[in-house]
């Protein structure tokens, strides 16, 4: 995730405004392409059809995820201990634990 954090710093997004509210932005655009293709594989939209694949939707879930770890580690530096502080808090939930 610093990779890809370090690469998107480096190709100058912060000089399109808050680095840190365009990145949380972008998780609604990958979650509208998770939507997207989940409509494509129940072919939901008469004018397009079938056009994706579950396979399509796991890409796209999986950039939903990369994305909001992005965001996460951009907003906080320790975002691996903020994320599993949080799936242990949700792990505390009865029966989870």
Request: charged share 30%.
């Amino acid at each position: 995730m610093r990779k890809l954090r370090g690469w998107l710093d480096e190709e100058g997004q912060a000089a399109a405004g808050d680095v840190r509210l365009l990145r949380v932005l972008k998780i609604g655009e990958e979650f509208g392409e998770a939507a997207e293709a989940i409509t494509g594989v129940l072919g939901a939209n008469p004018r397009k059809g079938n056009s994706h694949t579950w396979e399509d939707v796991d890409k796209e879930l999986c950039d939903v995820i990369v994305t909001a770890q992005v965001a996460l580690l951009t907003i906080n530096q320790e975002a691996e201990k903020v994320l599993d502080a949080r799936v242990q808090k949700l792990l505390e939930r009865p029966n989870l634990s």
